[in-house]
C-alpha cells in the first residue's frame, strides 16, 4: 500500500521561508511523478507545483513561480516544496499527491494523480 506522509508546515511570518516535505513508501519512488497542491479555507484545491519522476522536468503554478521551488530524492523517496518570499495568501494545507504511470513528464490536474497525504498546515502571518 502506498502510503504518503507530509511535514514542515507550521506558522511562519510574510516573507519567511518553509521547506515542506513528503516521504512516500511502499513502491519504488523512481515510478511515481510528483505533485504539490494547497487548499485554501472555503476555496478549492489548487496544483502549486509538480515534478518528474527523475526530477529534470519541473511545472509550478503561476502564483507560486519564481518562489517556490519543487525537488526530489529518490534515494530518500522524498520529495519537497520550498517556499520562500512567503505571504498570507499562501496560507493553506498542502498536500503531497503521487502518479504511477511511465510518463516523463509532470501533471497539474488532482484527478491525475492517485494517491494523496494527509496534509500539512502552513499559515503565514502579516
Known amino acids: 500500500q502506498v502510503q504518503l506522509v507530509e511535514s514542515g508546515g507550521e506558522l511562519v511570518q510574510a516573507g519567511g521561508s518553509l521547506r515542506l516535505s513528503c516521504t512516500v513508501s511502499?513502491?519504488?519512488?523512481?515510478?511515481?511523478?510528483m505533485g504539490w497542491f494547497r487548499q485554501a479555507p472555503g476555496k478549492e484545491r489548487d496544483f502549486a507545483a509538480a515534478i518528474s519522476r527523475s526530477g529534470d522536468s519541473t511545472n509550478y503554478a503561476d502564483s507560486v513561480k519564481g518562489r517556490f521551488t519543487i525537488s526530489r530524492d529518490n534515494a530518500k523517496n522524498t520529495v519537497y516544496l520550498q517556499m520562500n518570499s512567503l505571504n498570507p495568501v499562501d496560507t493553506a494545507t498542502y498536500y503531497c499527491a503521487a502518479a504511477l504511470g511511465s510518463y516523463s513528464g509532470t501533471f497539474t490536474r488532482d484527478y491525475q494523480y492517485s494517491y494523496w497525504g494527509q496534509g500539512t498546515q502552513v499559515t503565514v502571518s502579516s
Open positions: 511502499g513502491r519504488r519512488f523512481s515510478d511515481y511523478s
